[in-house]
């Protein structure tokens, strides 16, 4: 990992999986940079201190300007929220209402309410470019100072439409690319065959790559590929196509790739394998020739560890109940079309999370409300963390985090969390964005 610190007077370096933890440089060098790197938001950080996880506001949220996309990923996160969370079900049948789209003047107030605490956004969905109003408002979020990225099938993106997300400096454009053979990408993606999206999606994720090169500004341009029995064939070919554009438009032009099988959340359809896995890292895992001609070509790629770990679980990796309820919601939330602000990104816009709708109510005022009083107290009482929390997701990590804090505080040692905290932010790069953590 990249380090500020200086390597060769330091003997001891802080553990950024492991609260109030040192070990040798070798040990820090195989953790991960950006599981240590939300204790340089100090104020967020005093706050764990202090145990007023409840106080905690988001760095950033979701926002899903529409549940609509013209894609059906059998495996899709929001398939819940889409299908059975809906005042429709806008997953199979398609239907723009309030509820699935989220309208001008709700997306106004949303972005003044989110520029009063300088939340940023990641504009989610659905497929968020579905809404074209996404486009002005991304611009207007620039003007408001918010930081921004975008996740996107890639498939409804035009070259206006591209140089607009490259005006707005989004600090990312990431195409969900999963697979580059026609028909492949559409079995994958569960759209009519006759629709020839694969070959759009191609077109503008090259149409990214040669603008962001061309411009060479701050908003990288990535991919994600999310693996199931579906694409695994594909990876090779994928990771090929990635070394190709990489090369033709040059180091840089494609940022990062980001490889992970595809996760059981809600309703979500996967087809995993027991050998599924182990396939996938062959293809595409740390130490596969793919993974090295792909970072040879300039290209950042990342295995997110945790998204394989829940795969080979045994009980003694499962999280014990206990009454704290939930210590992480703060940190990353969610909003829905209708501008329903979710307890946190990780509940996939289920409604027995939602605290308040920040179309009409500040953020400040949502947390001191009752709806999120409610929230927290439902995740406390179903045991959230241990029950449904996705093992894969911020949430769950920085829960077991804090519950690290925690045991230490009872034991009297906080002063050694707080200075592990700033240890650690004498060690790792500062983050420009929250948006990996
Ligand atoms: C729900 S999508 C919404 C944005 C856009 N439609 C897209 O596909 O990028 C946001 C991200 O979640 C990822 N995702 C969806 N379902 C997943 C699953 N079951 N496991 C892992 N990642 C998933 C998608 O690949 C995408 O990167
Ligand atoms: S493209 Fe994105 S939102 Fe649409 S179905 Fe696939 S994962 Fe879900
Ligand atoms: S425990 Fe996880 S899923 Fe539950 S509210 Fe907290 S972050 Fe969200």
């Not at 206990?322 to 969610?334: I, N, R, V």
């Amino acid at each position: 990992m990249n380090t500020t610190g200086s390597t060769r007077t330091r003997t001891r370096w802080p553990l950024p999986d492991q609260v109030a933890t040192w070990g040798d440089l070798e040990a820090f060098r195989a953790s991960r940079v950006e599981s240590g790197q939300w204790v340089f938001w100090e104020d967020r950080a005093d706050l764990v201190l202090q145990a007023r996880y409840d106080d905690v506001k988001p760095l950033h949220i979701e926002l899903s300007p529409t549940y609509l996309c013209n894609f059906a990923c059998p495996w899709c996160s929001c398939r819940s929220a889409r299908e059975d969370w809906s005042d429709d079900d806008v997953f199979n049948h398609p239907r723009a209402t309030p509820m699935t789209v989220m309208r001008k003047d709700k997306l106004d107030h949303v972005l003044t309410h989110l520029a009063e605490d300088q939340v940023g956004i990641m504009w989610v969905g659905g497929e968020p470019t579905m809404n074209p109003l996404m486009y002005p408002a991304a611009l207007r979020g620039t003007e408001l100072g918010l930081q921004q990225c975008l996740f996107t099938n890639g498939s409804l993106l035009q070259p206006k439409r591209i140089a607009t997300l490259f005006d707005a400096r989004l600090a990312f454009i990431r195409v969900s690319l999963n697979a580059v053979t026609p028909d492949v990408h559409q079995a994958h993606h569960d759209y009519d065959p006759r629709r020839g999206y694969a070959k759009r999606v191609m077109d503008n994720l090259r149409a990214l790559a040669e603008t962001g090169a061309r411009r060479q500004g701050s908003t990288k341009v990535g991919v994600s590929v999310v693996v199931d029995e579906r694409n695994l064939d594909d990876l090779e070919a994928t990771a090929e196509h990635l070394c190709r554009l990489a090369e033709k438009y040059g180091h840089g032009a494609v940022s990062y790739a980001i490889f992970r099988p595809a996760f059981p959340l809600n309703t979500a359809q996967i087809d995993m394998r027991p050998d599924t896995v182990d396939r996938f890292l062959n293809a595409v895992g740390p130490d596969s020739p793919w993974n090295r001609r792909m970072r040879e070509a300039g290209i950042d790629v990342v295995v997110p560890e945790q998204s394989l770990s829940t795969q080979n679980e045994t009980p003694a990796d499962l999280p014990v109940r206990d009454d704290m309820g939930c210590l992480s919601a703060g940190w990353f939330g969610e909003i829905t079309p209708n501008a329903d602000m979710v307890l946190c990104s990780d509940q996939y816009g289920n409604p027995d999370y939602f605290i308040g709708n920040v179309a009409t109510t500040p953020l400040t005022a949502l947390w001191a409300g009752e709806g999120r009083r409610t929230a927290l107290e439902h995740a406390r009482q179903t045991s959230c963390y241990t029950t449904s929390c996705p093992r894969n997701g911020r949430g769950y990590f920085f829960n077991r985090i804090f519950r690290q804090v925690e045991n230490l505080r009872r034991q009297g040692r906080i002063h050694e969390v707080a200075a592990w905290m700033e240890d650690l932010r004498a060690v790792l790069p500062r983050p420009t964005h929250s948006f990996f953590l």
